[in-house]
């Protein structure tokens, strides 16, 4: 702002007594020329970034998952063209002739385009629910992402629209999670999509946000738990990009006992906990954890030391010596 001064000052002092530059101040003249423009330049800049940066702050900040159950959801932000905005604000440097080229590309590379997004909607909505996508549509949908609707990236998606429930959108899910998602075009959903799982092997606190939403979206309308079989489903689905070491254990276990009908929501979150913290040889049953998770452990060690003692009897059988003896031993019991 100083040198903006400056320069108002600079110029306001030379137009009273306003002289044609002669040939020795040619050179002078040029230079304040380019200040000035470079002041305005920065000028219009910084307007542009106030402008922005107050649409940014009027935006609704999220809470935390825990205070709520329909939290608004991360990969939005994760997933939006803000930070494009502000690269294009980069790539003008000054350069644009007026204030409004400015705005102008700021708003292009922010907005979505609310009649593309109903039209899409219109496309896979079902006949008879006006403001539903359901399972045809869903399918149609997915055949035109190129994904199966059993793919973990279906789930992505699932969590980018905030879906209340399997099977399908409301019209203000799917409008309103698309906007979220800067992503008002097929190909637009599908780029959104791949950014968002490639965070995902890599963010634990973003890969916590879909696991936990996971647990919720495979919820039967009034249920509050999962069924074991559906359980089972869903951490096959949500564990696709990053598998945790006993997960097979685990599934092997659940299997091996008919009387585990039921997941609740807190075995579901603290079972990544429990991969991200503990193995079996470091659990510490003293600690709060669901009494599922100590039957788990007791299992796995009971069953490590059975594959101990059929291994260390593999190998007795294999001494040629101990076979000797034992041969030995039956002969004179024959005789």
């Known amino acids: 702002m100083g040198n903006c001064l400056k320069c108002f000052q600079s110029s306001s002092s030379s137009s009273a ?5 002669t040939s020795q101040s040619l050179p002078n003249a040029l230079q304040n020329l380019n200040a000035n423009n470079s002041c305005q330049a920065a000028t219009s800049i910084g307007n542009c970034y106030d402008i922005v940066q107050s649409n940014a702050n009027d935006r609704p900040r999220e809470t935390d998952e825990l205070l709520s159950n329909r939290t608004p959801l991360k990969p939005a932000n994760n997933c939006d063209t803000k930070r494009n905005s502000f690269k294009s604000l980069g790539l003008l440097n000054g350069s644009a002739p007026t204030m409004s080229d400015i705005i102008t590309t700021v708003k292009e590379s922010m907005e979505v385009s609310h009649q593309a ?37 279906i789930l992505v998606l699932a969590w980018c629209l905030d879906a209340s429930q399997m099977c399908r959108f409301t019209r203000t899910e799917f409008i309103d999670g698309l906007h979220k998602m800067r992503a008002d075009s097929i190909e637009n959903i599908r780029l959104r999509l791949e950014h968002t799982i490639e965070m995902l092997k890599v963010d634990s606190e973003m890969f916590k946000q879909l696991y936990r ?53 807190d075995t579901w979150n603290m079972y990544l906990n429990f991969t991200e913290q503990c193995d079996i040889d470091n659990y510490d049953d003293t600690e709060a954890w669901p009494s599922l998770f100590d039957d788990f ?39």
């Open 17 to 21: 007594a306003p002289t044609l530059p």
């Open 117 to 153: 997004l109903n039209k899409l909607f219109e496309i896979y909505k079902d006949p008879d629910e006006e403001d539903m996508i359901l399972t045809d549509g869903i399918e149609r949908l997915c055949l035109d992402l190129n994904y199966q609707p059993d793919e973990f990236a």
């Open 213 to 265: 939403f996971t647990f919720r979206f495979g919820l039967e309308p009034d249920q509050r738990v999962l069924s074991l079989e559906m359980a089972i489903d869903l951490w096959k689905l949500v564990f696709t990009v990053q598998t945790p070491d006993l997960f097979s254990n685990w599934v092997n276990f659940l299997d091996k006992h008919p009387n585990i009908r039921r997941i609740p929501k």
């Open 297 to 335: 452990v007791e299992y796995e060690k009971n069953r490590a030391l059975e594959m101990a003692t059929v291994h260390d009897d593999d190998n007795n059988n294999d001494d040629p010596l101990q076979c000797h003896v034992k041969a030995g031993g039956d002969m004179r019991h024959v005789s």
